[in-house]
């Protein structure tokens, strides 16, 4: 049975900086491509960032390009989302997300993932 939990969300103000973790069981997330969305209320789920495959490629969305960056830890079976700079629209559900027959095309397609984590809240406010 797959399983992912995300932590790590909370608040905090324009220009700080989180980390989320995504760990997972029942699967691996060196075989895999793990996708971080998220969502706000009304609209759809965006992806955020990719990781797959032991070359470690990753895909960003242009809206966090140089400030988040997604890493793994394989002896761990976490991925990481570090997030700096952070702005008031990155307020959202993150969620983790799981393909264990490698990325979909587009990356950032959630309807082609197999596995979600319940989601965690980031919220950017002063």
């Known amino acids: 049975q797959v399983q992912l939990v995300e932590s790590g969300g909370g608040l905090v103000q324009p220009g700080g900086s989180l980390r989320l973790s995504c760990v997972a069981s029942g699967v691996s997330v060196a075989d895999s491509a793990v996708t971080w969305f998220r969502q706000v209320p009304g609209k759809g789920r965006e992806g955020v960032a990719c990781?797959?495959?032991?070359?470690?490629?990753?895909y960003y969305a242009d809206s966090v390009k140089g400030r988040f960056a997604i890493s793994r830890e394989n002896e761990k079976n976490t991925v990481h989302l570090q997030m700096d700079s952070l702005k008031i629209e990155d307020t959202a559900l993150y969620y983790c997300?799981?393909?264990?027959?490698?990325?979909?095309?587009?990356?950032?397609?959630?309807?082609?993932?197999?596995?979600w984590g319940k989601g965690i809240q980031v919220t950017v406010s002063s």
């Open positions: 990781i797959w495959n032991d070359m470690e490629v990753t």
């Open positions: 997300a799981i393909e264990d027959l490698g990325p979909p095309y587009p990356w950032s397609s959630p309807a082609d993932y197999d596995y």
